[in-house]
T-cell receptor, first 115, second 111 residues
Framework: GAGVSQTPSNKVTEKGKYVELRCDPI?????LYWYRQSLGQGPEFLIY????????DSGLPNDRFFAVRPEGSVSTLKIQRTERGDSAVYLC?????????????FGPGTRLTVL | RKEVEQDPGPFNVPEGATVAFNCTYS??????FFWYRQDCRKEPKLLMS???SGNEDGRFTAQLNRASQYISLLIRDSKLSDSATYLC????????????FGRGTSLIVHP
């Protein structure tokens, strides 16, 4: 079956611009996670959705970052007034029900470059 | 101190070698532990879960030491295809099961 997909695969933007990154989880997966991965580092947790609601957004670095999942499937990560330090690979992952024993499946990521 | 620490390596080993990685975690209430594999410019993929009793999957053995707060991954008879970054993952306690990733250990297996 189809895995987690993310669009776009690459995004180049200018400092100060607004960007939206999209994640399509595996069909039926209720848990969805966003991570950010910088070069040479592991994925850093940003936000976790269980269904439509953000169950934990403690990883969002500041109020320029926001994410939604209005219908409990597709999610969009929104970054306002982008800064050069936001450049990273943004990874999305989904899990069947969010139990720790369920395998987390990652999408291929969106590589964001802020010039 | 970082919540999950790993030696970034790289570990450079010949084919057929046995190699071991350790990972330490700081939160004694951590609940679940995993090893993920990440190939260059690819997404992480689950390699194996780590159980208190230790577990084995073919050439891979994972162990957990709660008293010393570390987990290990042993790879026997290394293959060229094992070259990748191995990420240690610890799940935070408290109900949200938020995973914390280490920075990863790079393994290079050469002929």
């Amino acid at each position: 079956g189809a895995g987690v997909s993310q669009t776009p695969s690459n995004k180049v933007t200018e400092k100060g611009k607004y960007v939206e990154l999209r994640c399509d989880p595996i069909s039926g997966h209720t848990a969805l996670y966003w991570y950010r991965q910088s070069l040479g580092q592991g994925p850093e947790f940003l936000i976790y959705f269980q269904g439509t609601g953000a169950a934990d957004d403690s990883g969002l670095p500041n109020d320029r970052f926001f994410a939604v999942r209005p219908e409990g499937s597709v999610s969009t990560l929104k970054i306002q007034r982008t800064e050069r330090g936001d450049s990273a690979v943004y990874l999305c992952a989904s899990r069947s029900q969010g139990r720790e024993t369920d395998t987390q499946y990652f999408g291929p990521g969106t590589r964001l470059t802020v010039l | 101190r970082k919540e999950v620490e790993q030696d970034p390596g790289p570990f450079n080993v010949p084919e057929g070698a046995t190699v071991a990685f350790n990972c330490t975690y700081s939160n004694s209430a951590s609940q679940s532990f995993f090893w993920y594999r990440q190939d260059c410019r690819k997404e992480p993929k689950l390699l194996m879960s780590v159980y208190s009793s230790g577990n084995e999957d073919g050439r891979f053995t994972a162990q957990l030491n709660r008293a010393s707060q570390y987990i290990s991954l042993l790879i026997r008879d290394s293959k060229l295809s094992d070259s990748a970054t191995y990420l240690c993952v610890v799940t935070r306690s408290g109900g949200s099961y938020i995973p914390t990733f280490g920075r990863g250990t790079s393994l290079i297996v050469h002929p």
